[in-house]
């Protein structure tokens, strides 16, 4: 790929199509949202730790859902083709040991 075929092709391109326009709102409406639920907190600890309101299963879960992204996912399908379902097996026991 050529300079000329880049700036060519990065000419092209429109920011401002249904698809662009609607990320935009979306954006704009998160950072929105968050400006006004947030604009009660005068420190880093009300926004870093939620004044300390989550209950163990909200964090287990934030853990788990963290642990088990889509990575891991496709990792463990990948193992599981090489080595057997024994991977799997050994794998759901420690999602079990997490949330116990």
Same mark, same amino acid.
């Given at each position: 790929?050529?300079?000329?075929?880049? +700036?060519?092709?990065?000419?092209?391109? +429109?920011?401002?199509? *249904?698809?662009?326009?609607?990320?935009?709102?979306?954006?704009?409406?998160?950072?929105?949202?968050? *400006?006004?639920?947030?604009?009660?907190?005068?420190?880093?600890?009300?926004?870093?730790?939620?004044?300390?309101?989550?209950?163990?299963?909200?964090?287990?879960? +934030?853990?788990?859902?963290?642990?088990?992204?889509?990575?891991?996912?496709?990792?463990?399908?990948?193992?599981?083709?090489?080595?057997?379902?024994?991977?799997?097996?050994?794998?759901?026991?420690?999602?079990?040991?997490?949330?116990?």
């Amino acid at each position: 790929m050529t300079i000329s075929t880049i +700036t060519t092709t990065t000419a092209l391109i +429109t920011y401002f199509t *249904w698809d662009h326009v609607i990320v935009y709102l979306f954006l704009l409406v998160t950072l929105l949202v968050g *400006w006004y639920v947030g604009r009660n907190n005068k420190a880093i600890d009300d926004y870093a730790l939620g004044r300390r309101s989550f209950s163990r299963s909200v964090l287990a879960m +934030t853990y788990v859902a963290t642990m088990l992204g889509g990575a891991t996912t496709i990792g463990l399908s990948s193992r599981v083709f090489s080595d057997g379902i024994i991977m799997f097996v050994a794998a759901s026991e420690g999602v079990r040991c997490l949330t116990a």
